[in-house]
């Protein structure tokens, strides 16, 4: 019965937007985001990645669509996913042998992966993209 009490009592903020995260958790949404996209994504990669390789004509294709800006933009921005990805994805091995587990470290690790994937992603984007 007080248990009952007591859930009733719990505050229920079901807005969304009005929810402060904190980097940490931030991250954690990016990196689950990222692994869900990567993963359905695999697929169509592969088959673009395959029928590029085809013959010249289809790799001259693909090179043309690649070229167009806002292709270049979405591939901007699935190489950061897959940065992102990458990076927090160490913090959490890291995270799992306890290393980096108090609160100060792990804001600091979330800053580091938030840096080291951007300035990845702009080093491999201007490397293969442009
Ligand atoms: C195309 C490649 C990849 C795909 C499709 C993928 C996909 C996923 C997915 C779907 C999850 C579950 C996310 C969740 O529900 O929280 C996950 C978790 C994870 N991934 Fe990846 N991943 C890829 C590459 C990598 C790489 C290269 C690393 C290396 C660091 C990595 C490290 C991790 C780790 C450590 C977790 C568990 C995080 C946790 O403890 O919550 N992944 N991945």
């Known amino acids: 019965m007080a248990e009952i009490a007591i859930k009733k009592k719990r505050p229920k903020n079901l807005d969304l937007l009005s929810i402060r995260l904190p980097l940490p958790g931030i991250l954690s949404i990016i990196h689950r985001i990222s692994g869900a996209v990567l993963f359905l994504l695999l697929p169509v990669l592969l088959w673009l990645f395959q029928s590029s390789l085809a013959s010249p004509e ?37 995270l799992d042998l306890h290393k980096g587990i108090d609160l100060e470290s792990a804001r600091l690790s979330s800053w580091i992966v938030f840096g080291v994937s951007i300035a990845m992603t702009l080093i491999i984007g201007a490397k293969v993209l442009w």
């Open 58 to 94: 289809s790799f001259a294709t693909f090179k043309s669509v690649v070229g167009h800006p806002l292709i270049k933009l979405i591939l901007l921005g699935l190489i950061w996913l897959y940065m992102h990805h990458f990076c927090a994805g160490i913090r959490y091995l890291l």
